[in-house]
């Protein structure tokens, strides 16, 4: 959530960093302005009022102690009481309003993220070789039913499309990607591994800027619990209404979880096998951090992701995201695409963002710089470290041999048992 204060003292600054977003945002920002305004004035009023009450309070006491008579004064301190209740009435309805305008605006792109839509995206860097393979590759959907690892058809029967089943080996491998890279940011990256729920409150979405805008690409519950789209969602609010200490930051935790998306603004792209699916698994990165250090540990924490593909030796890309093409909650994304020699192409596997201060607002999530110093918002960062699905895409295709049998990267066999994946009969 942006900072009422800000929009109120520097309000075409807030207007022109939003309007490098796209979109018009700028009668939901007015209207943000005309109900702070509002609320303000209702504010000083009730408080005048109250002062005014507690000194006729007074009076009437010193009336009666003194026997004097203080009919008047009780009859207009009433009325001043009844004033009062209408205003705070008045003033919780403008408060409610007023967030419910603010939980609607996205975050501003910090001022070095290009503007633009997705063709202003920017390539920062490559790592890897793009494999040649001296033939022409099969995607992963062929492959994993070649190699038994991969039954769409009975995951959809099961769940209808887009809901993957792994076998045998596949399973296996899914399971060792995740021990692998929980493995590697507990032990050289110095996150502390959680087990989050999977199901989340209506009040947690909202802090990390799922709710309401994002709604539609949620799974909800009869008992209004919705499903994660990301560990992002319960991690982040694992601090949500707290102070931390300045001691605890920067803080990391690492967590493995299924993730369940709805994809409702992107049917029918990318369909087929596993680019696009429901329900995928993924090793998440979320740190906290003071706002002065957030630009350095936002490049740590992408370091961190790259770490896990270039251990499994994909050749990946850095793409920093332009304004058009932000999540809601980011002031700033690199995007990690990883090469997929089957379909020819390159396809995003983690995200790295810093929201500054955004979800640490709506969350409440605060820290005391000095022990005796007010407190103020953390800023937050997440990052896939990384998302299995177009992993294992990768894998897959760049590591594939001409008799369809798949290497399986050095760094993983120790967590597979198995050097290698080759064709069997499906049963």
């Not at 699916?277 to 250090?293: G, S, T």
């Not at 192409?345 to 000095?370: G, M, V």
């Not at 953390?378 to 290497?407: C, F, M, W, Y």
């Amino acid at each position: 959530m942006i900072d009422i204060r800000l929009l109120r003292e520097s309000p075409d600054e807030v207007k022109a960093a939003l309007a490098r977003r796209g979109g018009e945002l700028g009668p939901a920002l007015d209207a943000a302005l005309r109900l702070d305004e509002r609320r303000r004035s209702i504010l000083q009023q009730a408080e005048k009022l109250k002062a005014q009450r507690n000194k006729a309070s007074e009076e009437v006491a010193r009336r009666k102690r003194e026997r004097l008579d203080a009919d008047k004064l009780i009859a207009e301190l009433k009325s001043v009481s009844d004033t009062i209740k209408e205003l705070d009435q008045e003033l919780r309805g403008l408060e409610s309003e007023l967030e419910s305008h603010l939980l609607q605006i996205p975050n501003m792109p910090l001022e070095d993220v290009p503007e633009g839509d997705e063709s202003a995206n920017v390539i920062v860097r490559t790592w890897g070789d793009v494999p040649s393979l001296g033939f022409t590759p099969k995607p992963h959907w062929e492959l994993g039913e070649q190699l038994g690892i991969l039954d769409l058809p009975r995951g959809a029967k099961l769940s209808g499309s887009g809901f993957p089943l792994f076998t045998a080996e596949g399973a296996r491998l899914g399971r060792a990607l995740v021990n692998f890279m929980i493995d590697l940011h507990t032990s050289e990256h110095g996150y502390t591994e959680v087990a989050p729920p999977f199901l989340v409150t209506a009040d947690t979405a909202r802090g990390t800027g799922q709710l309401p805008t994002l709604g539609d690409d949620m799974y909800v519950t009869k008992d209004d619990l919705y499903l994660i789209p990301t560990a992002e969602v319960p991690v982040t609010n694992i601090h949500a209404r707290e102070v931390l200490s300045a001691e605890d930051l920067p803080r990391g935790y690492v967590a493995y979880t299924p993730c369940f998306r709805r994809e409702a603004g992107a049917a029918g792209k990318d369909t087929r096998g596993l680019i696009r699916v429901h329900q995928f698994d993924k090793v998440e990165l979320v740190r906290f951090a003071r706002p002065e250090n957030s630009v350095t540990e936002h490049e740590k924490m992408l370091g961190h992701a790259e770490t896990v593909l270039q251990r499994l030796g994909i050749p990946y890309r850095v793409v920093l995201l332009a304004t058009g093409d932000l999540g809601f909650a980011s002031a700033k994304t690199f995007d990690l695409e990883v090469w997929a020699a089957g379909v020819d192409k390159w396809l995003e596997a983690s995200s790295a963002s810093t929201f500054t201060d955004f979800q640490a607002r709506r969350a409440s999530i605060r820290y005391r710089p000095q022990p005796s110093s007010k407190p103020e918002f953390v800023h937050t960062l997440n990052a896939s470290g990384v998302a299995l699905p177009r992993t294992i895409i990768a894998l897959l295709e760049n590591n594939q041999e001409k008799d369809g049998s798949v290497r399986i990267p050095e760094a993983l066999i120790p967590y597979v048992g198995f050097e290698r994946l080759t064709p069997r009969e499906r049963t």
